[in-house]
């Protein structure tokens, strides 16, 4: 696996995740616009904020994933499961470059809950 190129597409990741946080979170602010005077109007531009905040909501929680990633990189101990310390096999990591766990961790943590 080339970390650098990795670093780099996790970089890029990041960057669309931010910009794409940032976009969802200020369009259900309405920092453009104020809401429609229509009571119905206002009622479903509330549910489009609803899921404009959900969206931004879960670029972040991706975002902080990929950042972890690249702390990890950094530290170098990038691909190694947290849980049982063996490496994390590469087809995972190409599918989840942020894993924090092999496959069989994963699933095992999943069957106790």
Request: hydrophobic content about 35%.
């Amino acid at each position: 696996m080339d970390v650098e190129q990795l670093k780099q597409q996790l970089q890029q990741q990041l960057e669309t995740l931010t910009e794409r946080a940032t976009r969802a979170e200020q369009h259900a602010m309405h920092t453009g616009a104020p809401l429609p005077g229509d009571f119905a109007e206002q009622a479903t531009e509330r549910e489009n904020d609803d899921v404009l905040f959900e969206i931004s909501h879960e670029a972040e929680v991706q975002a902080q994933q990929i950042r972890q990633a690249l702390q990890r990189i950094e530290a170098g101990y990038y691909g190694e499961c947290f849980e049982c310390g063996e490496p994390i096999s590469e087809a995972r990591l190409q599918a989840l470059p942020w894993a924090l766990r092999c496959v069989s961790c994963e699933q095992h943590r999943h069957q106790q809950h």
